[in-house]
Structure formats: C-alpha cells, structure tokens
C-alpha cells in the first residue's frame, strides 16, 4: 500500500502550493515517476476522489506519484483575482517536475495532465520543464477552445443561476462557469496558450474524451517528430461527471499502466537549478488581499476506519483562539468546499483570529475509506459521520486548538453539523446551508419523489392546456381535481411519513441547549425549506429563540452563482465571528 506525504513547495513569486506524494510501500520497481497536473473548475471538483485513486494505484505499480492544486486553486496559495496565474500554472508544473525528483526520488518524471491540465503540461514541455514523457487525457485543443467551451458553459447556466434582481459583484468581462471564476486577464492569457513543443524524449500517449481526440495536438507533436500513441478515453464523461459518481475508466488505467512500463527511452537530465522549498507548514501573508498572516497545515484524524484528513488553519502566530471553525463536507466534494468556499472563508477567518479545519469525512476527498460506500444518496446521512466529527472535535481538543466549535456544512455536511449540535455540548453554532435533511428516515426520499412527481404531472396538464388539447368547457372542473388532488397527496404525504419526520424534528428543536444557536440558510426551491414551511415549523421559531432561517439569493443548491457566494461568505464572516465582530474585516470577495 502506497505512503501518502502532504507538504507544500514554493513558487519564485512566493505563492505556496498544495502537493501530495504517494510513495510506494516498496522501493520503486520504476524510474518513472508520475506528476498528475490537475484540470480546472468543475472537472478538478468532480474527478478528485478518481485522480487520488489513481495515484495511489500509480504508487502501487512502483510509480512515486506527486498531486497538486493549481495555484488559486485547492488548497493553493493565490485567488481568481491574482494576475498572471496562467505563468503560475506553468511555473507549479516546472517546480512539481523538480520535487518528484528531489523529494519523491524519481529519474525520470512523466507528466499526466488532466482536461486543461494536459495543455497546461505540453506548454510547460515547450518552455523546457525537465521531464521525460507526456501524457494528457482531454486535453483542449487550445487555450483559446478551453475558455469558448467554458464561455458555452457558463451561457447554459445563466437562465438558472443568474439573480435579476441583484447585480452581480464579479466585473462584466470576468467568467463564471460551474461556480468557479475566470478574469479578464486569465481568459486572454489562456485564449493565447497553443504549445508546440514536444516531450523531451519525443514520445506522448495522447487519450480522447470518449472518442474524440484533440487532433490539433497530435500533428503539433508529430511535426516536430514525437512517437504518438493514441486511445480514445472512453468513460471521460463520468470521470468528470459529479464527486458521487466519479470512476477511472479501467481501459484508460491499463492503457497508462502499460505505455508506462516502456522504459527504452533515457531520462532528461535537469539542468542545475533551485530546487523549490519544500515544507508540512506554509505560512500566507496575503495572496494579494489585505489580511494578517495565516499558517496553514495536513491533519491526520484516526478513525476506526483509517484517517480522516483535513487543512487546519491558524492565525500566525496563533493567538489562543476562544474556538474554532469546522467546516465539513459537502455530500462528496473535498475539503475545499463547493466551489473552493471553505477554502476563502477559513483564509477570511483566520485574517480575524480564528482558526478553522476544513475536513474529509470517510471515503471523500483524501480521507480513507472505500468510496463505493458513498454510492446512494441514503449513504451520505448514516448517524456514523456524527461520530466522526465529534472525533475530529477531540482531536482538536488534545491538540490544544481550541475546547469549543462552530461548525459549517451545506447539504448532507448540515445535517452532521445539526446532528453533532444534539449531542456535543463543545458545538456553539451550526450553520446549515441548504441542509438535505434534519431528519432522516429511510421513506424520506420516496416521499419527495411523490410530491415532486405530482407536481410534475401538474406541469404535464398545463402544457396539454397551453397546447390547446383541453377544452375551455372542461377548464373549472379539471383545474378543481387538479388542486384539489394535488392538496390531498401532500397531506397524505405529510400525514405519513412527512408528519411524523416533523415531529422527530420539532423533539430535536426542543433537545437543544439554551444559547446553541441554529442558523439555517436556504437557496431558492430547496425541499426542507419548503417542508418545514407545509409542517408549520417556520410559523413558530418563537418556540427555538436561538435557531434562525435566512433566505440566500438565487435557486441553486451549490450556490454556484457569484451573488450566491458573496452572500454566504458574508453570512460566514458574521456568524461564525459573531462574537468577534470587532476584529473581521470585509468579505473580500475574492472568487465573487
């Protein structure tokens, strides 16, 4: 089983990079080393727990296999708004090379890049980083195709994500796409990007996205004379599809597996250089936003299942915070949080006082645990995870960070925290955004799909309607049956499963200590808020005076809109500091 080394390198400009090594358990049976350059956005969020998997699978062929987060990416140094990030990019692939090298012990060094990782690597090849092999899975044919296809994205979203009520924050010639943000400067700096270097022993694997090639590459590279190997990548779709869901295709593993095998090749000798510093600790001093200085450090919880992994980060130096911020998972998406969130508050936080973790909970992100596990929706609300967090909370505890928490959780992650809130007199507040559930019982999600597909059925008769194929004659008593039906299903509904769920949750509401305080915030359409509106639990919060519900703009559960950000980053700033009003600064607004 391979050994896994977090630490962090610096860049030339200063900026901290994220990096983890899987070492194999053996001496290494290969010289090849393997640095795995990541894609952007939605693509790095969704096919994590697949990347990390592979690695390790990489490590256990004899391969040292080195990760790391783009810089303004992960838990990376730097923040949309840093200029000249595509350099940085570029620069993090060149010093990777170095410390697979130095710090991994590989001879060789074959770059793997990922969806835009992949451009990102031919370009670092064309301005001599010092590596031997290349091979990129989905690669854009260009920078330039990359941000049309994003722009593309982002325009198919609009309609749903974009708040016409509100303007947004982000400047007009910025991009959103899945959440995550492109500047003006970083889109013009990708629009130039079109390699035409070739590996520095000429020889590439180049791997479709389920059968179509980035043809455009493949002739770059043979016009200047590189042995091209092609495969057509099939099951890139649900690599790159959701965080639950993800798999590397086995074809796409035993293709890698055995174009690596091939070592008749020699290994590019690095010129001498600095070899980029290394460290468990980085110390940030900013990332371009006016802020006090922070550290930032891998914590291993041991569970009964194997370790729970997470980033804590402390003011610097740290100043005996009176409690710390925990920030839990959201479903199947790493510690970074939906769309790097927990990443900028933490940092926001820490310019206050506060230290924060932001954690892997079992079987996501980098934590242990068999991800088949997590393959249903019903797996994500098991009682266990309550457990793990309050051992996360103990290790904590013993480390001398602080004696009492304030916990953050959006989805499946805010029904851990309400659930820990019950039972852990250490917990303060719990912020539940877009919480999945406060209750949960094994009909809960038959019972939404009831009402869902009831109102889908409405929307069938109103199109028969708009498409003339109901009679005006017949329009009073159909419309009656239709509500009329519609008020009996959900009371029935309500009345059965719903009725008594609402019941178990006002006996929780009234389980709560005096001064824990409850804060619960929904995007537009979320079905607890709508539920809790049918039981009549929002009518009497006078009953619960610490538990509080706030609306939060637009309609989408992972809060991918900027406006949607900016407002949960203030919402954080406010309620977890809310005792240290004094001290927070403004909501920087980096991403948003």
């Not at 969020?45 to 690695?55: E, G, M, T």
């Not at 409850?518 to 509106?533: D, N, P, R, W």
Request: proline share 6%; hydrophobic share 40%.
């Amino acid at each position: 089983m391979s050994r896994t080394e977090a630490f962090y390198f610096a860049l030339d400009s200063g900026t901290s990079v994220f990096a983890l090594l899987d070492r194999p358990a053996e001496a290494p049976v290969s010289s090849t080393g393997v640095l795995i350059c990541p894609p952007w956005g939605w693509d790095e969020a969704a096919s994590y727990r697949s990347r990390r998997d592979w690695a390790k699978e990489l490590s256990a062929d004899g391969h040292p296999s080195l990760r790391f987060d783009l810089p303004a990416a992960g838990d990376s140094g730097g923040d949309p708004t840093t200029t000249g990030l595509v350099p940085l990019w570029i620069e993090a692939i060149h010093a990777g090379a170095k410390s697979l090298r130095t710090v991994g012990g590989a001879s060789r060094v074959a770059l793997l890049g990922v969806g835009l990782g992949a451009l990102l690597a031919q370009e670092a090849l064309a301005r001599g980083v010092f590596a031997d092999e290349l091979i990129c899975w989905g690669a854009p044919p260009s920078g330039r195709h990359f941000a049309r296809e994003a722009k593309a994205f982002a325009a198919m979203q609009a309609d749903r994500l974009v708040d016409r009520n509100r303007e947004s924050p982000m400047p007009p010639d910025w991009l959103e796409a899945h959440g995550f943000v492109l500047s003006s400067e970083t889109l013009a700096a990708l629009k130039a990007l079109r390699s035409d270097g070739a590996p520095g022993s000429g020889r590439a694997l180049l791997i479709g996205r389920d059968g179509i090639y980035d043809s455009a590459g493949r002739e770059r590279l043979q016009a200047v004379g590189a042995e091209v190997s092609e495969d057509p990548g099939i099951g890139w779709g649900r690599f790159v599809g959701h965080p639950e869901t993800t798999r590397l295709p086995p074809s796409v593993e035993q293709v890698v597996r055995k174009w690596l095998t091939d070592d008749r090749h020699s290994s590019v000798e690095a010129a001498a250089a600095p070899v980029p510093a290394t460290g468990s600790r980085a110390i940030f001093s900013g990332d371009g936003a006016e802020r006090s200085p922070f550290a930032e450090e891998p914590l291993r919880i041991v569970e009964a299942y194997g370790d729970a992994f997470g980033i804590l980060t402390q003011p610097e130096p740290s100043n005996g915070a009176p409690y710390c911020a925990v920030f839990l998972n959201a479903g199947a998406i790493r510690h970074v949080g939906p769309n790097r969130m927990w990443v900028e508050a933490a940092r926001d936080l820490a310019a206050a006082g506060i230290p924060s973790l932001r954690v892997d909970l079992e079987s996501i992100g980098e934590a242990d645990g068999d991800p088949a596990r997590r393959a249903r929706v019903s797996d994500f609300y098991d009682e266990g995870f309550v457990d793990q967090v309050v051992a996360v909370l103990d290790q904590l505890e013993r480390q001398g960070v602080a004696g009492r928490f304030r916990l953050v959780g959006l989805c499946a992650g805010a029904y851990w925290a309400f659930r820990t809130a019950l039972v852990d007199d250490r917990v303060e507040v719990a912020v539940l955004i877009n919480a999945g559930a406060l209750v949960w019982h094994p009909g809960i999600l038959g019972e939404r799909e009831g009402r869902r597909t009831g109102r889908v059925l409405q929307r069938h008769w109103w199109g028969r309607l708009l498409r003339g194929e109901i009679r005006w004659f017949n329009l009073p008593r159909i419309a009656g049956q239709i509500i009329v039906g519609a008020q009996r299903s959900l009371r029935r509904s309500f009345r059965r499963g719903t009725a008594s769920g609402g019941t178990a949750i006002v006996t929780d509401l009234d389980r709560l200590q005096p001064g824990r305080r409850i804060l619960l915030a929904f995007s537009g359409g979320e079905v607890l808020q709508e539920e809790l509106m049918a039981l009549g639990i929002l009518d009497r919060l006078d009953n619960w005076p610490d538990v509080e519900v706030v609306d939060l703009p637009g309609t989408d559960h992972t809060l991918r809109s900027v406006i949607a950000q900016r407002a949960v980053a203030e919402l954080l700033l406010r309620e977890v500091g809310r005792d240290l009003s004094a001290q927070l600064p403004e909501s920087t607004g980096r991403q948003r």
